[in-house]
């Protein structure tokens, strides 16, 4: 990419009003903002840029410290994603999809985090162009008969990937842990297929969760899902190879065509 181009990519990059698209340090301090930024949070160029990004998160999750266990989760796995509130400059609150990645140099020395941020409830989320949304029509196929248990310790993405679902036709149940999933299996539910979350918080995340459903069920198909790299989650033993995978955020086309593949429609 010649100067141009970058100074054309660093435009589009800069004027975008629908996504906040922040570059920071690797302290988390703010190097640049854009305009989605400016209208997500309230803040200004000069207001933010060299301050430290928790400035955008609550206090309780501030005290809990979240940002700083994001971009450790980041750094760690490749991404972190996630969905919960988020502060404004004026104090009010936002529901807020939260993307970090860590960013290297041509030497792949760590040099900072890439932020994406964009409004869950009153914002636009991401389309692809050339992506159309698949038709609620879907629902009539043969997938449409299909039981789904979805587990997500998010409540955000649980309930963004049950709404995606349900639209697409299937029956949905949802359980926010593995204790809970399996104990939808325990009383005995029909489920065709267990699409689940692999890093959750407890002693059941998404690995061992499929285990156990194996031996509740056997043969009942699984689907994972993450914000991690799947190479990654295998490096570190909380994924399998050779397993069905999508990565997050999914979109619904993405979606729909990964879950007749695993059912096998």
Known sequence: MNANERDLVQRFVDDMTDYAVVILDVQGRVLTWNAGARALFGYTSDEIVGRRFTLLHTKADNLLGKPETALGDALQWGRHDATGPM?????SRLQA????RPLSDSWQRHVGFGL????TEGGAKPVVAGEPEVPVAVA???AGRAKI????????VLEEATEQLTRLGYDVVSASSGAEALAVLERGEKVDLLFTDVVMPGDIAGRDLADKAAELRPGLKVLFASGYFEGALVSKGALETDVQFIAKPYRM???????EEVLGF
């Open 97 to 100: 999809r939260l993307i970090l």
């Open 87 to 91: 502060s404004r400059k004026d104090g």
């Open 140 to 142: 009539a196929s043969p």
């Open 149 to 156: 248990l979805v587990v997500d310790d998010n409540s955000g």
């Open 116 to 119: 994406l941020a964009y409004d």
């Open 253 to 259: 086309k993405a979606l729909a065509q990964k879950v």
